[in-house]
């Protein structure tokens, strides 16, 4: 699977989807990788233009303005 090259690297988690949660307008898609889950919320729309399945190859591009400590 290639990397996107204009996306820093480290914001880059190459995997397969887990699951998706379908709703009326927004969907849930956790994706698995190397790291563990990766959870996004996008619109149901793109999903269905994306033509995301179960199994799917995807790369989830993070990006964020905040960061979260969870304890170990």
């Given at each position: 699977m290639a990397e996107i090259q204009a996306i820093n690297v480290r914001n880059q988690?190459?995997?397969k989807?887990?699951?998706?949660?379908r709703g009326d307008v927004v969907s849930e898609v956790d994706v698995e990788t190397s790291w563990g889950i990766v959870t996004s919320v996008i619109t149901?729309?793109?999903v269905d233009e994306l033509q995301?399945?179960?199994g799917s190859d995807?790369?989830?591009l993070v990006k964020s303005t905040e960061v979260s400590i969870a304890k170990l």
């Open positions: 988690f190459k995997g989807i887990r699951e998706i949660i149901t729309r793109s995301l399945k179960i995807v790369v989830a």
